[in-house]
């Protein structure tokens, strides 16, 4: 009675982790979609509060380390090595796609009323790719799916595609109406933000797989953002 205990006390601190790590994604997409609705509205307030809070993110990431310090206090198997470096990767890139979301927000203040160029329509399908992988990934993460993992991180070229595309057009705007090339370049750091923000989806996606399978993704991952000579 006393091992089943123990193994029932485990299973329940593993489900708690999870619950915090997938609430960590859960406010991260919201400060992202409300980004989004700051940069589009131009609305200084939204932005400063999702600036704001990103510290809730912060601060659940403590908790997840605190966490995953007392799963590993108690002799875990090997599954349980894998769940609990696992946990440790994912919410070090959910935080960092809080970081990232806030950064969105900062360029909307910093853009301030600035007439936005055409292309930064570009910037709301960008996004809602995004915050697509990341609700699939987290659901991924809550049902321990490495097929919808693996989905994911197939998306990610979608988005890297799109990205590209995105940057060239705001080069391309910027080299013909040097007027816009304040602004066009706060999107340009918005929309790499964005595909930064896949990149982290798809980093939490191979970590679900490693999981799993107790192996890294064999099939190296496509790459298709080309804005640096790649």
Do not use: C
Request: no cysteine; hydrophobic share 45%; net charge negative.
């Amino acid at each position: 009675m006393g091992q089943e205990h123990i193994l029932k006390s485990h299973d329940n601190e593993l489900a708690r982790l999870t619950d915090e790590i997938v609430r960590m994604g859960e406010i991260a997409i919201e400060q992202l979609r409300e980004a989004m609705v700051a940069l589009q509205r131009r609305d200084a307030t939204s932005a400063e509060s999702v600036i704001a809070r990103d510290v809730d993110i912060d601060e659940l990431e403590r908790v997840v380390s605190e966490d995953v310090v007392q799963l590993a206090l108690h002799g875990p198997m090997a599954r349980d090595l894998r769940e609990i470096l696992a946990a440790l990767r994912i919410a070090s890139a959910i935080e960092r796609v809080g970081d990232y979301a806030a950064n969105v927000a900062k360029r909307s203040v910093a853009l301030g009323f600035t007439p936005p160029p055409p292309q930064a329509r570009g910037l709301g399908p960008l996004a809602e790719i995004a915050i697509e992988m990341l609700e699939q990934v987290l659901q991924a993460y809550r049902d321990r799916d490495a097929d919808v993992a693996a989905a994911v991180r197939a998306r990610d070229a979608e988005l890297d595609a799109l990205y590209t595309a995105l940057f060239r057009e705001l080069l391309t705007y910027m080299a013909e109406d040097p007027r816009m090339i304040s602004s066009s370049i706060h999107l340009l750091f918005v929309a790499k933000n964005i595909e930064r923000i896949g990149d982290h989806a798809t980093n939490i996606a191979e970590n679900i797989w490693y999981v799993v399978h107790g192996e890294a993704p064999r099939q190296e991952r496509t790459k298709l953002d080309r804005t640096s000579g790649g």
